[in-house]
């Protein structure tokens, strides 16, 4: 008789505050780590050089990169849980990437070429070399990479929000019974669930 009885932790008032109380007892991480992507990375520098008219060359230099992005959220930025009768709307703190990300270092390839009547393009090399990590530093957390890995996000997110509610007993028939995932960036959460519970045995997640 006491499980049909309503929680005032769970209702629209009082569920963010319940959920960022139970954070110290479901990580003792600062942050969650909800994606990687492996990519290849292609760095490359010219020089081309006149003199009195006359072409001497260009000097290039190209280096392929592979390196991991880890995408993490800070769990102790801002949460906004609603209540939406059995679906739980979850407004997550922003992607963002750890870094430096892992770079590969026994997987760079690098190659050069000397214009016809130029000195040696490795000056070229040691600047992409030097300039390694400010650049993919700053590849990781550019919106299109952002992109490739939000679908993969939001997942983690509703699967870290799901182990919660299975803690509360709270993810079963009537009560939760689907998760929405949105980030702070995001306007609108979207139009179909996250994570949705069919049965007690089995979830549905959208196909990716």
Not at 184 to 190: L, M
Request: proline share 6%; hydrophobic share 35%.
């Amino acid at each position: 008789m006491k499980d049909l009885l309503p929680d005032p932790r769970f209702n629209e008032e009082n569920i963010t505050h319940t959920f960022i109380a139970a954070l110290p007892t479901l990580t003792r991480e600062m942050n969650l780590e909800v994606a990687s992507s492996k990519q290849t990375e292609t760095l490359e520098q010219s020089n081309a050089k006149v003199w009195l008219g006359l072409d001497l060359g260009t000097n290039h230099a190209r280096m392929t990169v592979p390196v991991t992005y880890r995408y993490l959220i800070r769990l102790y930025d801002a949460w906004d849980l609603r209540v939406a009768g059995g679906t739980l709307i979850v407004c997550a703190p922003e992607i963002r990437c750890s870094l430096p990300p892992a770079i590969h270092t026994d997987e760079i390839q690098e190659t050069t070429t000397r214009g016809w009547a130029r000195g040696s393009p490795l000056d070229l090399l040691e600047t992409l070399r030097r300039d390694l990590t400010p650049v993919l530093s700053q590849y990781a957390n550019d919106s299109r990479r952002l992109e490739l890995v939000r679908d993969t996000c939001r997942q983690s997110v509703a699967e870290f929000i799901r182990r919660w509610l299975e803690n509360e007993g709270r993810w079963r028939q009537g009560k939760f019974t689907a998760i929405s995932v949105m980030f702070a960036s995001e306007q609108i959460a979207p139009s179909s669930p996250t994570l949705q519970l069919l049965s007690l045995n089995q979830e549905k997640r959208p196909p990716s």
